[in-house]
T-cell receptor, first 111, second 116 residues
């Protein structure tokens, strides 16, 4: 079945540590997105990519970095510069204007 | 920039009854899409229904229907014959067409509780 796989489901980060969240899709979608969701709130866009080797900042890109070396993969790195990284992170992909397909998310907690 | 507002943080409904969730948005665009997404306790985002702004006819998907009022910039979701499995967060979202990134802008969500 086609879909988006996010891993890990739960991730713990120590202060000052960089961590990378994985997002893989086998839908052959061109565009991919990373959103952050804080408790009881909506989703905010971190980064997006429309094609391989190209990506753009979203509304809250500070403290995050991404890469898009393959169409199927769009990993997100949460750097030590992100002062409040505890949140739920959702990856999505899209083909044309139908809407997004979402992964099941990664919950990141700072310990 | 587009904004999406959901004015009802929480709602509840009895099983088998009908409930309407509100959504308003602000945009100067004429071509866009609107969506309702459901996020159950599993946190998986599920597309419920989609509306193209150029279509006057309201979208329907089984028990889910929308009331799209373009002039008023209103996009409400009606859930008929509510079921326990409808308990979830519901997000209204806006996508501008002719936008290089086709990003979705989300409202803050409405938590719906269906009571037995």
């Amino acid at each position: 079945d086609g879909g988006i796989t996010q891993s890990p489901k739960y991730l713990f980060r120590k202060e000052g540590q960089n961590v990378t969240l994985s997002c893989e899709q086998n839908l052959n979608h061109d565009a991919m997105y990373w959103y952050r969701q804080d408790p009881g709130q909506g989703l905010r866009l971190i980064y997006y990519s429309q094609i391989v080797n190209d990506f753009q900042k979203g509304d809250i890109a500070e403290g995050y970095s991404v890469s898009r070396e393959k169409k199927e993969s769009f990993p997100l790195t949460v750097t030590s510069a992100q002062k409040n990284p505890t949140a739920f992170y959702l990856c999505a992909s899209k083909q044309r204007n139908y809407g997004y397909t979402f992964g099941s998310g990664t919950r990141l907690t700072v310990v | 920039a587009q904004t999406v507002t959901q004015s009802q943080p929480e709602m509840s409904v009895q099983e088998a009854e009908t409930v309407t969730l509100s959504c308003t948005y602000d945009t100067s665009e004429s071509n866009y899409y609107l969506f309702w997404y459901k996020q159950p306790p599993s946190r998986q985002m599920i597309l419920v229904i989609r509306q193209e702004a150029y279509k006057q006819q309201n979208a329907t998907e089984n028990r889910f229907s929308v009331n799209f009022q373009k002039a008023a910039k209103s996009f409400s979701l009606k859930i008929s014959d509510s079921q326990l499995g409808d308990t979830a967060m519901y997000f209204c979202a806006f996508m501008r067409l002719n936008n290089a990134g086709n990003m979705l802008t989300f409202g803050g969500g409405t938590r719906l509780m269906v009571k037995p």
